[in-house]
């Protein structure tokens, strides 16, 4: 089955102890994501990868890190996370950057206290 | 600012009945635009992607309109069921943007028996 998968789904955690997000797709899709959900808002993007070793900046970059060693995996991590850091964690995937549908896994409810 | 402002906020309805939920967007130019239904705790789904030449796009009971003139999207659902509780997201994706998403708030639907 097509799909992307995020763990874990639920954390609670303390500031300053650094975590990670995993995610995965095994459609052999290019184009991966992070956003954040806040109540109130529309999804906003954390940071994306156009491929491996390539990423940039989205929207509200500021606190977390990515990387893309492979093409299936984007973790998401926080080296000091912040209790404004609470939020729900989505990561997507697409096939390429145009056009293309966006998949997006479970979703990780993180909250730091 | 707001780009994608949808609208209601929320909307209930009786089982059976149609309703037709609004986008409006300042994002310009644009690739295309897309809607998304959301149920509580799980990852958008897509419904459907329309390009900024398209007029309408349907998806069973889901029927999306475009109107690129005035800058605003509509979802009409027909037949509700008690499934389609959820929340309804317009996205749209700035021209040149390499798949850039500009999420909307989400309209959130809930259909009684």
Redesign the interface.
């Known amino acids: 089955e097509a799909q992307?998968t995020q763990n874990p789904r639920y954390l609670i955690t303390v500031t300053g102890k650094k975590l990670t997000v995993t995610c995965s797709q095994n459609m052999n899709h290019e184009?991966m994501?992070w956003?954040r959900q806040d109540p109130?808002?529309?999804?906003?993007?954390i940071y994306?990868s156009?491929n491996v070793e390539v990423t940039d900046k989205?929207d509200v970059p500021e606190g977390y890190k990515v990387s893309r060693k492979e093409k299936r995996n984007f973790p998401l991590i926080l080296e000091s996370p912040s209790p404004n850091q609470t939020s729900l964690y989505?990561c997507?995937s697409?096939l390429?950057?145009?056009?293309?549908?966006?998949?997006?896994?479970?979703?990780t409810?993180l909250t730091v206290v | 600012k707001n780009q994608v402002e949808q609208s209601p906020q929320s909307l209930i309805i009786l089982e059976g009945k149609n309703c037709t939920l609004q986008c409006n967007y300042t994002v310009s130019p644009f690739s295309n635009l897309r809607w998304y239904k959301q149920d509580t705790g799980r990852g958008p789904v897509s419904l459907t992607i329309m390009t900024f030449s398209e007029n309408t796009k349907s998806n069973g009971r889901y029927t999306a309109t475009l109107d690129a003139d005035t800058k605003q999207s509509s979802l009409h659902i027909t037949a509700s069921q008690l499934s389609d509780s959820a929340s309804y997201i317009c996205v749209v994706s700035p021209r040149g943007g390499y798949n850039k998403l500009i999420f909307g708030a989400g309209t959130r639907l809930a259909v009684h028996p």
């Open positions: 992307v184009y994501s956003y109130g808002l529309g999804l906003r993007q994306y156009m989205g989505f997507a697409s390429g950057v145009m056009n293309t549908e966006a998949f997006f896994g479970q979703g409810r």
